[in-house]
């Protein structure tokens, strides 16, 4: 059983920066490869980003290449969401999620725990 918490979230300009962090209990971390998904208000819930267990292979959204990355620290049990160049598209509640896979994926259906969101909301 994973419990997954996270932080960061808040109102921010566009143009602006946020850094969304999501830790984990248990002692298996590195086992579980981590995603970070979002929903916003009247949509379907989207991929964003994905890290596999050792943090070597990361994939993507286009919607966020070159802006958003994705990191994680196997030892503080935590992973992490750097958000630059928000626009007020990237509105959304944010959800982290681990999947126990090797790799990292952005099928959500793969993933087996998840976190209780937190909102990012961006303005014009």
């Known amino acids: 059983q994973v419990q997954l918490v996270e932080s960061g979230g808040g109102l921010v300009q566009a143009g602006g920066s946020l850094r969304l962090s999501c830790a984990a209990s248990?002692?298996?971390?590195?086992?579980?490869?981590m995603g970070w998904f979002r929903q916003a208000p009247g949509k379907e819930r989207e991929f964003v980003e994905a890290?596999?267990?050792?943090?070597?292979?990361?994939v993507y959204a286009d919607s966020v290449k070159g802006r958003f990355t994705i990191s994680r620290d196997n030892a503080k049990n935590t992973v992490y969401l750097q958000m630059n160049s928000l626009k007020p598209e990237d509105t959304a509640v944010y959800y982290c999620a681990a999947a126990t896979l090797a790799m990292a994926s952005y099928r959500s259906y793969e993933y087996d725990y998840w976190g209780q969101g937190t909102q990012v909301t961006v303005s014009s």
């Open positions: 248990g002692r298996t971390f590195s086992s579980y490869s």
């Open positions: 890290i596999s267990g050792s943090g070597g292979i990361t």
